[in-house]
Structures are given as structure tokens and as C-alpha cells.
């Protein structure tokens, strides 16, 4: 008896870590799934996500039924916010991981991504003319999922969480400007809002993962970097000479309400060639990368939700 009661203390014990570390694993970001997520968003059967095409309307349902199995809930009756581009009917898919702070959940963490892209090219070649947008923007569409998976499983967020895929990006931030000036006018108490655009490709020789957009206007990138405790976002001199603060969702919501409001990406057109052309295709990506930086910004976006004050605030202009 003496023998047998430590190993079966020893085999309970090693039983209790294999199910603590299963648990982890399971909301884990793998290179896989955002892989998997990439391929579909970026498939040939999508013929490129124009707004208001068939195309579109299959990456919005795939969006949804993501989301309904991650358990994350409509924001609104449904996750379609609907509205118009001309004549033709588009939408975002909105959801919402509720805070757990009876305080704190009033106030809402936007994290976005758009998941249109341009349809059929004028760019031909080699008979392809389906502009897939793998890096823009079927890689930041899939970080957003994946954070939703995450988040969703963890339930660790003081205040609210919404997901937002934005349609009608490409026709002119069209589906954020509807989507900011429809929650402003409800009076939504919003903390930040961070979009995720073109991460599916990593820089080469610089001291940070990824840049953050208009990074002089607020301390954001420095908080998150303090909530890291690591460097790994940073300024791109490429990204202020092009403005593309003004280029992404982000500056939208910025417009709206005057809050800290910017894009994460790792590509400044610097380090893809293939920016709103066909060969931007899922084979190009970098997964291990996307992982590697998604599961790094998590922490970051976890302090974000928790922290008792609004940390993350505008500078001085």
C-alpha cells in the first residue's frame, strides 16, 4: 500500500496538468487554423469579396457561423449591420463578448478587420484575374476571429468586447463610417478600437513586429508594449509619408469619437508586392508569423479590457 499511494498521487497530479494544459492549448492560436480561415476567405469561390457580390455574402455567412460557434453573440438582433453602397445592399458582421465587470462592461473595446477586397481585377495574368486579397484583408479577418475564439473562451474581459468585420472598405471605409456614426449616435461609452490590417507577412530588419498606424496620436503603442513587457509594436516611417492612418477603418471610428483608434499591421507596402493584385494569394502568407504576432497582441488587448482607468489616451497635437 505504501508502494501504490504515491503513484496514484503521482498519476492524479500528472492527470490535473495534461487537463490544465489541453484547456490552454484549446484557445491557443495555431498557424493551422488561421491557415485554414485564410484558404476559405481567399478562395477562388469567393471571387474576391466585391461588396455586394455572391462572394461576400459567403464570406459574411462563414463569418457568422464562426462566430455562433465560438459562442460570441450578436451585437445588434442579428450580426448583420446592414446598410447601403448605391444600389446594392452590404453589411458588416457585428458580435459581442459582453464584460464581466458590472462597472466596466458599459464601456466597449472595438477589434476589427474589413473583409472585402476589390472582386475581379483589371490585372491579368497568367489568365487569373480573381483579386483573392489573402493579405488584404483575408489575414486580418481571420486575427479577428481568432481573438473572438479566444476571448470567448476565456471570459476574462472586464469590459465588452466587439468583433467587427467591416464590408465596403474598398469603396471608401464605407461600411466603418456607417458602423462609427451609428454607434456614436447610440451613445456607445467606447474605450479604443483596434483593426487589424495586412499582417500576413513579417518585416526584415526592424526591432518590432508590427507598426501601428497614426502612432504619434495617442500612447497607445507604448502601453501595449508596457502590457507585453516586449517591443513588438512600433513607428513606420512609410506609414506616416502615406498617411495610412487615414487609409484603414480605423479612422472612422477616430473621426466619430475622437478617441485613440488605430490599425495594427506588418506590412507597409514595403515588404509584399502584391498589394490589390492577384497574386495575393494564401501561398503567400507567412502563418507562423500571424500566429506568433496574434498571440502576442492577446495579452495586450486582455490588460486593455481589465485595467480599472482608460489607460490608452490621445496625445497633445
Same mark, same amino acid.
Do not use: W
Given at each position: ?6 503513484? #496514484? ?8 496538468? /495534461? ?19 485564410? /484558404?476559405? +476567405? ?8 466585391? &461588396? ?8 459574411? @455567412? ?24 448605391? !444600389? ?19 464601456? #466597449? ?17 497568367? @489568365?487569373?484575374?480573381?483579386? @483573392? ?7 486580418? &479577418? ?22 467587427? #468585420? ?6 471608401? +471605409? ?6 462609427? @456614426? ?20 513579417? #518585416? ?39 498617411? +495610412? ?40 502568407? !507567412? ?19 481589465? &485595467? ?10
Amino acid at each position: 500500500m505504501k508502494k501504490i499511494i504515491p503513484l #496514484f498521487i503521482l498519476l492524479l497530479i500528472y492527470s490535473c496538468k /495534461t487537463s490544465v494544459q489541453s484547456d490552454s492549448e484549446s484557445i491557443t492560436i495555431t498557424a493551422e487554423e488561421l491557415e485554414s480561415m485564410v /484558404t476559405y +476567405l481567399a478562395s477562388d469561390d469567393l471571387n474576391g469579396r466585391d &461588396t455586394g457580390s455572391e462572394g461576400i455574402d459567403k464570406a459574411a @455567412n462563414y463569418l457568422e457561423n464562426q462566430l455562433k460557434s465560438y459562442n460570441v453573440k450578436p451585437y445588434f438582433e442579428t450580426y448583420k449591420d446592414e446598410f447601403k453602397v448605391g !444600389d446594392l445592399d452590404a453589411f458588416n458582421i457585428v458580435g459581442v463578448i459582453e464584460g464581466n465587470d458590472s462597472d466596466l462592461k458599459d464601456e #466597449f473595446v472595438i477589434i476589427g478587420a474589413h473583409y472585402d477586397h476589390i472582386g475581379i481585377s483589371k490585372k491579368i495574368v497568367q @489568365n487569373d484575374s480573381i483579386a @483573392n486579397g489573402a493579405n488584404d484583408n483575408a489575414a486580418g &479577418t481571420s486575427s479577428v476571429l481568432a481573438m473572438a475564439k479566444y476571448f470567448a473562451a476565456k471570459k476574462n474581459n472586464k469590459r465588452s468586447l466587439m468583433f467587427v #468585420f467591416f464590408s465596403a472598405e474598398e469603396k471608401g +471605409l464605407l461600411g466603418s463610417k456607417h458602423l462609427a @456614426n451609428k454607434l456614436k449616435s447610440e451613445n456607445l461609452d467606447l474605450y479604443t478600437m483596434v483593426n487589424m490590417e495586412m499582417i500576413g507577412v513579417p #518585416f526584415v530588419n526592424r526591432d518590432y513586429v508590427a507598426f501601428v498606424t497614426g502612432y504619434d496620436k495617442s500612447n497607445m503603442a507604448n502601453k501595449m508594449n508596457e502590457y507585453l513587457g516586449s517591443n513588438l509594436l512600433g513607428f513606420s516611417e512609410i506609414s506616416k509619408k502615406y498617411n +495610412l492612418f487615414r487609409q484603414s477603418d480605423n479612422a472612422a471610428f477616430y473621426d466619430a469619437f475622437k478617441l485613440p483608434c488605430h490599425t495594427i499591421s506588418s506590412c507597409d507596402l514595403s515588404n509584399y508586392d502584391y498589394y490589390h493584385h492577384v497574386d495575393d494569394e494564401a501561398d503567400k502568407l !507567412d502563418y507562423k508569423h500571424m500566429a506568433s504576432l496574434i498571440n502576442g497582441i492577446i495579452p495586450g488587448i486582455e490588460k486593455m479590457s481589465n &485595467t480599472a482607468t482608460k489607460e490608452i489616451v490621445l496625445k497633445d497635437e
